[in-house]
């Protein structure tokens, strides 16, 4: 097969990463997609940098066999982690999703003063703060968990009352140093954006990672002349490793279309 006519391989820890996918059908409409979700491993945000390393490391191994011609980890606890071993191991292209969100925090901040959240990992890592001051050396930046998210958002709890709370709780401390820039930097968050727009206020400007993933993804296809140039309809394909049931009723409200193609794989075996 022509290389140009090969998936893009996209890959997370659960079901999240579909916020990434989704922009990627919108930008790319005639790419084909081979998605991978660790459902049976997920969360990886509260695990450690080794284990996460090695579930990486066999997701991006099973996206190979499928033959893809890039690789987009669409997670941000792994892309925080371990984006350079990955870039290292992998023969293709691997786009991450936090040099994105950095870059448009920067683009879009006027004050200097940007928050990030995202998962405990991905907060640790500091792989954002790291991201940011290579673009610019005077912004300051105020990072917090929020572990509660990730759970609230697959519980399909987008904006109730336990949610704005939990909200409230983690972003006041970030609203009262000022920010005019908010990274969601979690798969999860862009789906709590209009109860976090209504916390943040108009003043702040939230940056979704997943829409500037699937700028970089387009630009680094046309670049690298890896388009697809068929225009027949494209092929959205599903793996996960557990629980497809979930995957599908979660999976379609992310998605805000059907998932029809989907199967249960051991990315532990080779
Ligand atoms: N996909 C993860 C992320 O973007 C969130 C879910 C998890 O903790 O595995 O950080």
Redesign the pocket.
């Known amino acids: 097969m022509e290389i140009r006519e090969k998936p893009i391989g996209i890959f997370?820890?659960?079901i999240?990463?579909l916020t990434v996918a989704k922009e990627i059908m919108n930008l790319m409409p005639h790419e084909n997609i081979v998605y991978f979700g660790?459902t049976a491993r997920?969360?990886?945000?509260?695990?450690s940098k080794e284990l996460i390393t090695r579930f990486a490391r066999e997701a991006a191994s099973f996206l190979m066999k499928q033959d893809v011609k890039m690789i987009v980890i669409?997670?941000?606890?792994?892309?925080?982690t371990c984006l350079e071993e990955l870039r290292e191991m992998l023969p293709v292209p691997v786009v991450g999703?936090i040099e994105p969100g950095a870059r448009a925090a920067v683009k879009a901040t006027k004050n200097g003063m940007i928050g990030v959240i995202?998962?405990e990992?991905?907060v640790k890592s500091g792989a954002y703060e790291k991201a940011i001051r290579m673009l610019s050396g005077t912004v300051k930046i105020f990072s917090k968990a929020c572990?509660l998210f990730?759970p609230l958002v697959e519980e399909g709890w987008l904006d109730n009352n336990v949610a704005y709370f939990a909200a409230k709780v983690y972003l006041e401390p970030l609203k009262e140093e000022g920010i005019d820039t908010l990274v969601l930097?979690?798969?999860?968050?862009p789906l709590l954006k209009p109860m976090l727009k209504r916390i943040m206020g108009d003043g702040v400007v939230l940056v979704d990672s997943a829409r500037e993933t699937a700028a970089e993804v387009a630009q680094i296809l046309s670049e690298r002349s890896l388009k697809r140039t068929g225009t027949g309809p494209s092929c959205y394909r599903f793996f996960v490793s557990d629980n497809p049931e979930k995957f599908i009723e979660v999976g379609e409200r992310f998605l805000q279309r059907s998932i029809d193609l989907i199967s249960v794989v051991n990315p532990e075996l080779r």
């Open positions: 997370d820890s659960g999240g990463g660790d997920v969360p990886y945000g509260s695990k669409a997670c941000n606890t792994v892309s925080a999703v995202g998962t990992r991905t572990p990730v930097g979690c798969t999860h968050y």
